[in-house]
């Protein structure tokens, strides 16, 4: 009985070692790879950003 005690005791620190290690990694990984441009642009009819209205209807079509 005291064996398998030890295989469960050491099976939930392998899985807090290895849950500690990726959330280590996630948490450096996203410095490094985070984007810089956030912004949010709408492309007119001639795939231009900008020219378009500052208002529009719920289901309606801007032009």
Do not use: H
Request: overall charge negative.
């Amino acid at each position: 009985m005291n064996i398998l005690d030890e295989e469960v005791f050491s099976v939930i620190m392998a899985i807090i070692v290895i849950s500690s290690i990726l959330s280590a990694v996630t948490i450096i990984r996203e410095g490094f790879y985070r984007d810089s441009f956030s912004a949010i642009g709408l492309l007119n009819k001639d795939c231009l950003l900008g020219d378009y209205p500052d208002k529009a209807l719920v289901n309606g079509t801007i032009e």
